[in-house]
């Protein structure tokens, strides 16, 4: 049975609309993936600030057990000490590792990676379009 010019436009309309359903699904879908991404990394900079201000806080609390102990024998002063310095340090690593996390823009990069490969097709399909009819 032969369609009509009439249908043949419906039927092209409607594959295309099915087509452009299931790219925006499959970008939605994506969307969705980096943004449960960036949930998860902004989870594990709030963990690593957290964790990198209570090594700061133990860290000062060891130094005043040191002023304290000033006065006291002479080895306990080097395990104090030796005790905060760590602390501090670990506290600056953690901080340093936060702040780097917090400087990556990673938020739907994919998705517009993507939206912007969809384009770059578009764009050469038309390119080729104009080109096949001169």
């Known amino acids: 049975m032969a369609l009509g010019p009439t249908q043949r436009v419906f039927s092209a309309a409607k594959r295309l609309l099915k087509s452009l359903i299931a790219n925006g699904e499959t970008r939605l879908r994506l969307a969705v993936l980096e943004l449960e991404e960036e949930r998860a990394r902004l989870l594990t900079l709030i963990l690593l600030a957290g964790a990198s201000l209570l090594l700061l806080l133990l860290g000062i609390a060891t130094l005043t057990a040191l002023v304290v102990v000033l006065f006291w024998d002479t080895y306990r002063l080097t395990a104090i000490a030796v005790s905060a310095f760590v602390l501090i340090a670990m506290?600056?690593?953690?901080?340093?590792?936060?702040?780097?996390?917090?400087?990556?823009?990673?938020?739907?990069?994919?998705?517009?990676?993507?939206?912007?490969?969809?384009?770059?097709?578009?764009?050469?399909?038309?390119?080729?379009i104009s080109q096949s009819r001169r």
Do not use: M, P
């Not at 600056?92 to 969809?118: G, N």
């Open 91 to 128: 506290s600056f690593l953690l901080a340093f590792v936060a702040l780097r996390q917090a400087k990556r823009h990673t938020l739907l990069k994919e998705t517009l990676k993507q939206l912007a490969a969809d384009r770059a097709l578009l764009e050469t399909n038309d390119d080729d």
